[in-house]
């Protein structure tokens, strides 16, 4: 769910709904992750997404569109996504 979020909102020109949208992923996947029933694979996969969404916003603002480390983060957010829809089957 919060992948999907994350990936709706930052389709759209408005960076307000994509901060949003990965704040509100982290918190999405840290919860989940909390949870006992998530096998420690499962955890550490949606911690490190979270984690990534967590950097992707916190740079976003300071980073210009070309700018090879913001190109670095979002090829790193773009790698845990794809990890973790691998779990969610999505």
């Not at 210009?64 to 670095?72: G, N």
Request: glycine share 2%; with cysteine; net charge negative.
């Amino acid at each position: 769910m919060a992948v999907k979020a994350v990936d709706l909102e930052t389709l759209h020109s408005d960076p307000a709904l994509a901060g949003a949208a990965t704040t509100n992923g982290v918190l999405i996947l840290q919860t989940a992750a909390a949870d006992p029933a998530l096998v420690a694979s499962e955890r550490s996969t949606a911690l490190a997404l979270a984690k990534a969404y967590r950097f992707f916003t916190a740079t976003a603002a300071s980073m210009t569109r070309d700018d090879p480390a913001w190109l670095s983060v979002i090829d790193d957010a773009n790698a845990r996504d794809v990890e973790m829809k691998r779990f969610c089957n999505a």
